[in-house]
Nanobody, 127 residues
Framework: QVQLVESGGGLVQAGDSLRLSCASS????????AAWFRQTPGKEREFVAA????????YYADSVKGRFTISRDNDKSMLYLQLNSLEPEDTAVYFC????????????????????WGQGIQVTVST
């Protein structure tokens, strides 16, 4: 089992930056690919960004490409998401997730590939 706990969310203004963190415990974090998803009320969970187990390859949703950066520190069992140039449309509950290391490159955006999920953290961007 892998336990994931997000932190760093909050209320910011449009144009501001925020850094989300996800602390992993349990099984060795470096054995897993990891990702961030987000969800707003009444909508399905949406892919944001993913990173392979080594941290060498990253993947982004078009809506956040160039503004968000995913990274990981396997020594610390941590996953991060740097959110820059935030927009009101980025308002959502953000979830970190971990999945098996063999996820195919075109499946990183699929929520079903991830077995472990954090409880989510709210990010609210005001105008």
């Amino acid at each position: 089992q892998v336990q994931l706990v997000e932190s760093g969310g909050g209320l910011v203004q449009a144009g501001d930056s925020l850094r989300l963190s996800c602390a992993s415990s349990g099984r060795t974090f470096s054995n897993y690919a990891a990702a961030w998803f987000r969800q707003t009320p009444g909508k399905e969970r949406e892919f944001v960004a993913a990173i392979n187990w080594k941290g060498q390859d990253t993947y982004y949703a078009d809506s956040v490409k160039g503004r968000f950066t995913i990274s990981r520190d396997n020594d610390k069992s941590m996953l991060y998401l740097q959110l820059n140039s935030l927009e009101p449309e980025d308002t959502a509950v953000y979830f970190c997730a971990a999945g098996h290391s063999g996820i195919e490159y075109d499946d990183y955006d699929a929520s079903y590939e991830y077995d472990y999920w954090g409880q989510g953290i709210q990010v609210t961007v005001s105008t």
